[in-house]
């Protein structure tokens, strides 16, 4: 099975808040990432976080670190239908979750 | 800036055949990664080249992939003889080392069908 673990679809309203879950199994990670992907489209990625950090915001973007459970979460404030897209976390470059296909309906 | 550029987009080809895919990373980027995307899974680290010596080719099936990186710039991945489940995207990634780790910009994907 994966070593990263995230839930494979979420479902919001349009100016909702999303909330997309992720755990990871190397603690001796640096750094943990949140990458976007749109149809057809290769994985932009969206934000990253230090392993030293609990949290991290950035505009709409805010990624919550739990090293302890191994547990990182990204949520989308006020998230709009040009969100729709599938969500990866990844620990390094090397282990990617299978996604989170987030849909967002008007 | 350009991004990373990969060719070709699509291909179809029949199983036990050769087929090859090339990628231009952006100007500069030393380190240079193909990933293997199976449908409904995250991406799958095949290689990891800095310049042109290998970093990390730990998840690559030698026995029929393999991948060089000429000159430390373009790189090609070739898969030979092609197998039903190598059905895959195959993402080609580019980075440039700095603080934040290494940020990684992908190209739009080659997509192989194997029948």
């Known amino acids: 099975g994966e070593d990263v673990e995230q839930s494979l679809f979420l479902s919001v309203r349009e100016g909702d808040s999303s909330v997309i879950n992720c755990t990871y199994t190397d603690s001796s990670s640096t750094y943990l990432y949140w990458y976007k992907q749109e149809p057809g489209a290769g994985l932009q990625l969206l934000t990253y976080?230090?392993?030293?950090?609990d949290m991290k915001q950035d505009q709409r973007l805010t990624v919550l670190l739990n090293k302890k459970d191994k547990h990182l979460s990204l949520r989308i404030a006020d998230t709009q239908t040009g969100d729709s897209a599938i969500y990866f976390c990844a620990e390094q470059i090397t282990r990617f979750g299978a996604g989170t296909r987030l849909t967002v309906k008007p | 800036e350009a991004g990373v550029a990969q060719s070709p987009r699509y291909k179809i080809i029949e199983k036990r055949q050769s087929v090859a895919f090339w990628c231009n990373p952006i100007?500069?980027?030393?380190?240079l990664y193909w990933y293997q995307q199976i449908l409904g899974q995250g991406p799958k680290l095949l290689i990891q080249?800095?310049?042109?010596?290998?970093?990390?080719d730990s998840q690559l099936p030698k026995d029929r992939f393999s991948a060089e990186r000429l000159k430390g710039v373009d790189s090609t991945l070739k898969i030979q003889p092609a197998k039903l489940e190598d059905s895959a995207v195959y993402l080609c990634?580019?980075?440039?080392?700095?603080?934040?780790?290494?940020?990684?910009?992908f190209g739009p994907g080659t997509r192989l069908t194997v029948l």
């Open positions: 080249f800095q310049n042109n010596g290998v970093v990390d």
């Open positions: 990634a580019s980075s440039l080392p700095g603080l934040a780790g290494d940020e990684q910009f």
């Open positions: 100007s500069g980027h030393a380190t």
């Open positions: 976080i230090f392993s030293n950090m």
